[in-house]
């Protein structure tokens, strides 16, 4: 028994001397010095580590026990770099003799102090709305395998063909079950706008790369084009419309359009702040113009963040990552992108739920297309608004209190909301007799 007890913590720490070995080595096990920078090195670490533990994540039931400790164990060794990343800052000291002085301390520098407990708890949010799936019992999933018959009429008709397909009763969930998922939607599209604010913010840190820039052409309308140019510069610009006319029928069309205005609005700014006087002559677009194409620009990009959250990584985010030195970016940048991406996951396969109930409802051949999932965009109107952390971190906060609800205590919980329900309505005789006193 002591052996077995003292074999555990040796393993783990064999295995944590590997993954520091590497992230010292830059990936080069060669030790010829040819590997990538700590910073890059940190990245992949904590993206493969993701990719490892919820890669297989297709249905909607909780992580075995067996994962959760390896990613808790795992994750901490790799944020625990964070804790050796200090700034300066003074500090008030007072001396034997009585006397006041100032001095430099190091403390964790202040984007990490603030970003890191705040994806841990973005993390612990998405693991355990995973977990509330345990006692539900109205769906089901069929292996894609299985016969035809047995997959009913929501079998899956998109390119995810790996994916199980999921089984509801005849005549669709309770309406318990379909309001307990809905808020369970609800939760996890907060975490998922949280994860996305602070990724796009630390994005938004990072230095541009040379190389980046060098491979852009000279300006907005090459990158653009003219059919988009000429859409973008009109008068009468509505950032829906640009949308409804662009083609965004598949992913690689998505990706290419985003790839196309980040270039333009990168090639924009650039020349705004180009302090060279001779180019503002030669420039046939005044400054307030460029201005102006670049809030529609970045107004574009966010609605396109919001309506596409699964969308793959553009040439601009792919760069910045891939060149960035600073650890600590790094780190926040890897951390926020892989919890967005489970929590993108998590969000996809409570629409598969939800799409086969309302298939079961009604199977009619207009309803099996699936219906797209409401986002902020609606909400974004003509300027481009940055992505606020601390205010969708507050919208958490508040519905942190519900979130670890299961079926069955939501089920307690709507019975009692009903019982006070029916109180309000029959009313409370004394004080129905005060309000009578009082109007007449």
Do not use: C
Not at 105 to 119: F, G, H, S, V, Y
Not at 138 to 159: H, L, M, P
Not at 404 to 412: G, N
């Amino acid at each position: 028994m002591e052996s077995f007890l003292f074999d555990e913590p040796l393993a783990d720490m064999e295995l944590m001397k590997e993954k520091f070995a590497k992230l010292l080595l830059g990936e080069d096990m060669s030790g010829a010095g040819t590997g990538v920078s700590s910073a890059l090195a940190l990245s992949n670490a904590i993206t493969n580590l993701a990719a490892s533990v919820f890669g297989e994540q297709w249905r909607l039931e909780p992580m075995s026990a067996e994962r959760k400790a390896r990613w808790r164990k795992e994750i901490d060794w790799l944020l625990s770099v964070t804790d050796h990343i200090v700034e300066f800052v003074a500090s008030q000291q007072t001396s034997e003799d009585g006397k006041h002085m100032e001095i430099m301390i190091t403390q964790q520098r202040k984007d990490l102090r603030m970003n890191i407990p705040a994806l841990r708890k973005l993390d612990a949010m998405l693991i355990e709305y995973l977990d509330n799936f345990k006692d539900q019992k109205e769906f089901r999933y069929v292996s894609r395998d299985a016969d035809e018959s047995e997959k009913g009429n929501a079998q899956r008709t998109d390119d995810k063909w790996w994916l199980p397909t999921v089984r509801v009763p005849p005549n669709g969930l309770s309406e318990t079950s379909r309001k307990w998922i809905q808020h369970q939607k609800e939760l996890v599209n907060q975490v998922l706008k949280a994860a996305m604010a602070i990724n796009a913010n630390v994005l938004m840190e990072m230095e541009i790369p040379e190389d980046y820039i060098e491979s852009l052409p000279k300006n907005g309308r090459s990158s653009l084009g003219d059919a988009l140019y000429r859409n973008i510069t009109e008068e009468d610009f509505d950032a829906e419309a640009f949308l409804e006319s662009a083609d965004l029928s598949t992913e690689h069309k998505i990706l290419d359009l985003k790839d196309r205005i980040e270039a333009s609005v990168v090639i924009w700014k650039r020349k705004m702040h180009n302090k060279d006087v001779k180019s503002s002559w030669v420039s046939a677009v005044s400054w307030g113009k460029r201005e102006q194409f670049e809030d529609r620009a970045e107004t574009i990009l966010l609605i396109l963040k919001h309506r596409f959250p699964g969308i793959p990584q553009s040439q601009l985010d792919i760069s910045k990552i891939q060149y960035n030195k600073d650890v600590g970016y790094s780190i926040l940048e890897s951390y926020s992108r892989i919890l967005e991406s489970l929590a993108f996951t998590v969000m996809s396969r409570i629409e598969d739920v939800l799409r086969a109930d309302s298939l079961a409802q009604d199977p009619t051949p207009g309803n099996l297309k699936k219906s797209p999932s409401k986002t902020d965009s609606e909400q974004v109107t003509g300027t481009a608004k940055s992505l606020d952390t601390a205010e969708e971190t507050e919208k958490l906060n508040k519905l942190e209190s519900n979130g670890s609800m299961t079926l069955s205590d939501f089920m307690e919980w709507e019975m009692d909301q009903d019982t006070e329900t029916k109180e309000e309505e029959s009313g409370n005789p004394d004080q129905m007799l005060k309000v009578d006193e009082t109007v007449y």
